[in-house]
């Protein structure tokens, strides 16, 4: 059996209850603690707000159901004054970025301390795309690279992309290159990725000489033993 005023307080002979400690518990059956509302990083409603009937009130410009999130999207705006960029949503005071295949600041900024890591990051789904080849080349993995890259007959110079890249086909062993760069329009959830049309391929050098070298080292083996017979 439930106990009367679950316990927190005495029932009047008018039906009311009257809760033992008011400052800590309250409610018409005395069934609301103050302090087991939600807590955010171990405060009681993020100390931005008061526990009322179990849930948390909270204080102007905050909400959420431990007041942890604030209204204002102050904290999602980047050197530019745009929120997360351009790029992605400012929710519960945080950017939430686009999965765009490269590392982006906590404002969804292409983030340049990991800049060395781009070239790595993108080479793999280039390979596939534009050549077939490497570890993604089956068509069901390639599908899963989150940009289609561009071919181009010319790259754009160094200094005008975030990265440019060069690595080695296994599969031909000639040399691809290409650009990695934000997608001009900074609503886009992709990056930028233009591959050189023409590989960089060993030249066959002085490989069609050997053929003649071989045709002239037998010629000449058949003229030592000609000499040494006769």
Not at 37 to 62: H, I
Not at 187 to 199: D, R, S
Request: hydrophobic letters at 30%; charged letters at 25%; one cysteine or more.
């Amino acid at each position: 059996m439930t106990e009367p005023c679950s316990g927190r307080g005495d029932c009047l002979a008018c039906g009311t209850c009257v809760c033992y400690n008011p400052d800590q518990f309250e409610g018409p059956y005395c069934q609301y603690d103050k302090t087991q509302c939600q807590r955010f990083a171990g405060f009681l409603c993020n100390e931005r707000g008061s526990c009322v009937m179990g849930q948390c009130a909270c204080a102007d410009g905050w909400e959420g159901s431990a007041c942890e999130c604030p209204k204002s999207n102050q904290t999602c705006l980047d050197d530019k004054g745009l929120v997360c960029g351009g790029r992605g949503k400012c929710v519960c005071g945080r950017c939430e970025c686009p999965n765009s295949g490269i590392e982006m600041s906590a404002t969804c900024e292409p983030n340049f301390q990991f800049q060395l890591g781009v070239c790595e990051g993108t080479r793999s789904c280039v390979q596939c795309q534009a050549w077939r080849t490497g570890e993604l080349k089956q068509e069901a993995d390639c599908d899963t690279c989150p940009f289609k890259v561009t071919m181009v007959k010319e790259l754009k110079e160094r200094e005008k992309v975030l990265d440019s890249c060069s690595f080695r086909d296994e599969d031909d062993d000639c040399t691809y290159h290409y650009t990695v760069d934000p997608s001009e329009d900074p609503t886009a959830n992709e990056i930028m990725v233009e591959v050189l049309e023409k590989k960089d391929c060993p030249g066959a050098g002085l490989l069609w000489l050997l053929p003649l070298f071989l045709f002239l080292l037998l010629l000449l083996a058949l003229l030592l033993l000609c000499c040494w017979k006769y």
